[in-house]
């Protein structure tokens, strides 16, 4: 281990992750949760759904079981591919694998909780309900859960990685409307005597602190590397 191993701190890191980590499982279950939710509205016009097989016809169950479970799936994969926070993706990973069991076993809870009652598939060859089975409910849980643990292992882990992204210089940003004045860096004579304008004035933090608070939230300041 190099000398700049040695002086990082295990201890940062903690929260603070790449958005890369989990980008690529956010995206895929956005697409997923997409097909889940939209399918049974668009299906019937490749004669691909259950009945009832009309486009664009609400009910119950398609609300309660593919519509609910596919925007949660896409909300996870959202916080996933967008957040460097830990504690948020691995909120979006959770999301994800619940979203993908409902999709898996929903139907269950069907009848004894009132959701409504999803049909018949419309297909009248055995391939083709097999199909439509996967395609709706069971394929689409089980790529949805699979998808979601990946990313949860991905993000739980506290790497060496992680403490170097946490630890990595700062470049200050400029406050946007706030040119920097080079006449400021001198030392001016006033009225007779010299006042020291000092390199950096005090600001209020208060604006950029607020500019500051969604990005926050969702993992911290945007931060680059300073070749050494």
Do not use: C, K
């Not at 470049?171 to 950096?200: F, L, N």
């Amino acid at each position: 281990m190099n000398d700049v191993d040695t002086r990082l701190d295990p201890r940062a890191g903690r929260m603070e992750i790449a958005r890369s980590r989990g980008a690529a499982s956010g995206f895929l279950l956005v697409l997923l949760g997409l097909w889940g939710a939209l399918i049974p509205f668009i299906g019937p016009y490749f004669d691909f759904a259950y009945q009832p097989d009309t486009p664009w016809v609400w009910t119950a169950a398609r609300g309660w079981l593919e519509v609910l479970p596919g925007v949660v799936a896409v909300l996870g994969g959202l916080l996933l591919l967008m957040s460097r926070n830990r504690a948020t993706a691995l909120l979006g990973g959770w999301l994800a694998v619940i979203a993908g069991a409902w999709f898996v076993v929903g139907r269950l809870f069907a009848g004894p909780w009132g959701l409504g009652d999803v049909g018949a598939p419309v297909a009248d060859s055995t391939a083709g309900q097999v199909g439509i089975e996967l395609a709706f409910w069971s394929g689409l849980g089980a790529l949805i859960i699979f998808l979601g643990a990946m990313a949860l292992g991905r993000v739980s882990v506290h790497s060496v990685r992680d403490v170097r992204y946490a630890t990595r210089p700062v470049v200050a940003e400029p406050v946007a409307g706030e040119p920097v004045d080079a006449a400021t860096t001198t030392e001016p004579v006033v009225e007779g005597h010299h006042r020291r304008v000092t390199d950096v004035d005090d600001v209020d933090e208060e604006e950029p602190r607020r500019r500051r608070g969604l990005r926050d939230m969702l993992g911290g300041s945007r931060r680059t590397p300073v070749a050494h």
